[in-house]
């Protein structure tokens, strides 16, 4: 069975992972606490201040936790990726075959439409975006490794 082409996450090291971490635990954290507070308190408040600031609080912790989910299961796939292409990669040829300019996100760059073969899986297809650079042209090769199981790849 095989599966649509993946570009690997970008790969963080264990130092970086973990500091990853902690920052989004600690995204995640001031809603609940913040929601703690406010329904443990002292009623002096009326009734309104009460449940405005509770559904602050709620929505608070709905974005700080979604948020901080989000960034936790990025950085556990990076990983796992970086994990598996190191365990079952095999080293592979990505000859570009067409370079547009990519202006989406904060860094324009190129997006790169690729033909990846190596031993051991079908030729496939796949796109990727990069960093400007004048030596990624048409019929250019580049290094890669891929996953011949799901065709997970990272360009080099």
């Known amino acids: 069975m095989t599966s649509t082409p993946r570009e690997a996450e970008a790969r963080i ?9 902690l920052a989004f635990l600690a995204i995640c954290l001031p809603g609940p606490v913040l929601l703690a507070a406010a329904v443990t308190s002292d009623p002096l408040r009326s009734p309104a201040d009460f449940w405005g600031l509770l559904a602050g609080d709620v929505l608070v912790t709905i974005v700080g936790v979604g948020f901080g989910v989000f960034g936790w299961r990025l950085v556990t796939r990076s990983r796992r990726d970086a994990r598996r292409l190191s365990a079952a990669g095999v080293a592979a040829t990505a000859e570009i075959l067409a370079v547009a300019n990519h202006l989406g996100g904060e860094d324009p760059g190129l997006e790169l439409h690729l033909r990846i073969s190596g031993p051991g899986f079908a030729t496939f297809e796949a796109d990727t975006i ?12 580049l290094a890669a490794v891929v996953d011949p199981a799901d065709r997970l790849f990272s360009i080099t």
């Open 13 to 21: 090291g264990p130092i970086g992972a973990l500091l990853c971490r």
């Open 130 to 141: 990069r960093a400007d650079d004048p030596a990624l042209v048409p019929g250019a090769l």
